[in-house]
């Protein structure tokens, strides 16, 4: 049974990082794209980053692009996204999800979520 | 970018009802649509990809239709556990993908 479930979030000033994991189990890893997708109070899904299967492709939303850094450990099955500069408008539950099997950036499992709050 | 246009922003029916949703895209995009439900605190779930095709283990009164511009998610009997919000995302001319703002489906 696929399972993904994030970790990394809480509150943060403005300025500084925040690295959240996804730790993922029930499939073969290695074989398969994934996303990070966001979600900001009361409002609705912002895709955020993208990184290929083989880690040779990595995507941005503009509104992340030189701050936000998408990247995974085949070895250990985990999803990261290291966070820098973190603004108010960065505050979000933050979802990890993967590619459906052969038609890549559809999204067929996503996890629950973890909650990053930017406040000084 | 390729905006994604949902209609209407709510919809309040009654059980057994039938519901259409709408999205459409500011550029053809094919049929790489999808639709996804998320319900009240919880993770959004793949409901239709390829405009048309249910994803494993959704129920048959979910079904999608369209292509190009004009897309809508029909739910044939309306179950009182759909009550939910529906985004529609497109995978055309990435990155970025993109999400519509949502429909919530209120019973």
């Known amino acids: 049974q696929v399972h993904l479930v994030e970790s990394g979030g809480g509150v943060v000033q403005p300025g500084r990082s925040l690295r959240l994991s996804c730790a993922a189990s029930?499939?073969?890893?290695?074989?398969?794209?994934f996303h990070w997708v966001r979600q900001a109070p009361g409002k609705g899904l912002e895709w955020v980053a993208a990184?290929?299967?083989?880690?040779?492709?990595?995507y941005y939303a503009d509104s992340v692009k030189g701050r936000f850094t998408i990247s995974r450990d085949d070895s250990k099955n985990i999803l990261f996204l290291q966070m820098n500069s973190l603004r108010t408008d960065d505050t979000a539950v933050y979802f990890c999800a993967k590619d459906l099997p052969y038609r890549p950036y559809y999204l067929d499992y996503w996890g629950q979520g973890t909650l990053v709050t930017v406040s000084s | 970018e390729i905006v994604l246009t949902q209609s209407p922003a709510t919809l309040s029916l009654s059980p057994g009802e039938r519901a259409t949703l709408s999205c459409r895209a500011s550029q053809s995009v094919s049929r790489n649509l999808a639709w996804y439900q998320q319900k009240p605190g919880q993770a959004p779930r793949l409901l239709i990809y390829?405009?048309?095709n249910r994803a494993t283990g959704i129920p048959v009164r979910f079904s999608g239709s369209g292509s190009g511009t004009d897309f809508t998610l029909t739910i044939s009997s309306l179950e009182p556990e759909d009550l939910a919000v529906y985004y529609c995302q497109h995978r055309s001319n990435w990155p970025p993908l993109t999400f519509g703002g949502g429909t919530k489906v209120e019973i």
């Open positions: 390829d405009a048309s």
């Open positions: 029930g499939f073969t890893f290695s074989n398969f794209g």
């Open positions: 990184i290929s299967f083989d880690e040779n492709n990595k």
